[in-house]
């Protein structure tokens, strides 16, 4: 499934993406060592790199960096972001044409993005892009369901948000993971992460989904109100917990030796 309006959904979103999205959890650096001997001189290609969440781990550990992304707004504040790190070049380009030279990257990572891929096209780019041997790697932090807190706010996103049920059947899962390796040799892990959020915090949280409607829409002054009220059923000593499994799906194209996913997938 693709979105026309993929590019450009988070436009006026960006603040609040900025400021209430979680990051990633630093042991997915330790993933990537271990799995695929990452070290500090590979060079990494983060595709709709956003406001560089994703690509702040990478530059945390010394990498070099191209951040990938088709949004002026939201790249803009990546630049913003990541100002402080000499190894961090912002790229004006998409999935589909990163505009990158061939063969420049030893990983093409996707953090939280790749559900907004035209797939046949973007794996064609990622392969082009990669080294010899080189990795992929899509990173997804799924939101958890199983909390009285969670399952209520997953119900006010069903019946607030305006495309809530399209993009979240769009999610990346093994499946569609396989379809996008066109095999099943890809390794699946997954790690803890949580925010801690006031109520100010879980507002902007929900305002930087891009299902979630906005200032001016009929609807929004009830999903706030209602959005507080959820937040005083469940808070505790002023904040409220929102957490998530980081899934790590790592690969490589074409690869024949690369443990398949029926006996390499663990939950870490």
């Known amino acids: 499934m693709t979105f026309t309006d993929a590019k450009q959904r988070f436009s006026t979103r960006v603040a609040d993406y900025v400021r209430y999205r979680p ?24 595709i709709g790199s956003g406001t560089g969440l994703l690509s702040k781990l990478f530059l ?10 088709p949004n002026a707004e939201m790249r803009m504040a990546g630049e913003d972001c990541l100002r402080s790190f000499p ?24 953090g939280q993005a790749f559900h907004w891929f035209e797939p046949h096209a973007a794996r064609a780019e990622f392969a082009r892009i990669l080294k010899p041997k080189g990795w992929v790697v899509i990173v ?9 807190f969670a399952r209520d706010y997953d119900s006010l996103l069903q019946r607030y948000g305006k495309d809530y049920e399209l993009v979240r059947e769009s999610y990346p ?4 993971i396989q379809d996008f ?10 790690l803890p992460n949580a925010q801690f959020l006031k109520r100010p915090g879980l507002a902007g949280r929900f ?18 109100a209602e959005l507080g009220r959820l937040f005083e059923a469940h808070q505790e000593h002023g904040r409220i917990s929102m957490e998530y499994l980081t899934h790590i799906y790592i690969g490589r194209f074409e690869l024949p030796d690369t443990p398949k996913a029926g006996t390499s997938r663990n939950r870490a």
């Open 173 to 176: 899962g093994p499946r569609k």
């Open 140 to 148: 997804w932090n799924e939101r958890r369901v199983d909390t009285p």
């Open 181 to 190: 390796f066109g095999n099943d040799r890809f390794l699946e892990r997954s």
């Open 60 to 69: 945390e550990n010394g990498n070099k960096v191209f951040g990938v992304e």
């Open 87 to 110: 190894n961090f070049t912002s790229i004006d380009g998409s999935a589909e044409a990163t505009t990158l030279p061939a063969g420049c990257a030893d990983f093409a990572a996707a």
């Open 207 to 224: 305002s930087s989904s891009s299902y979630a409607p906005q200032e001016g829409d009929p609807t929004f002054s009830s999903a706030i």
């Open 23 to 46: 990051g990633y959890p630093s042991a997915l650096i330790d993933q990537l060592r271990t799995e695929c001997s990452m070290r500090k001189n590979s060079i990494i290609a983060d």
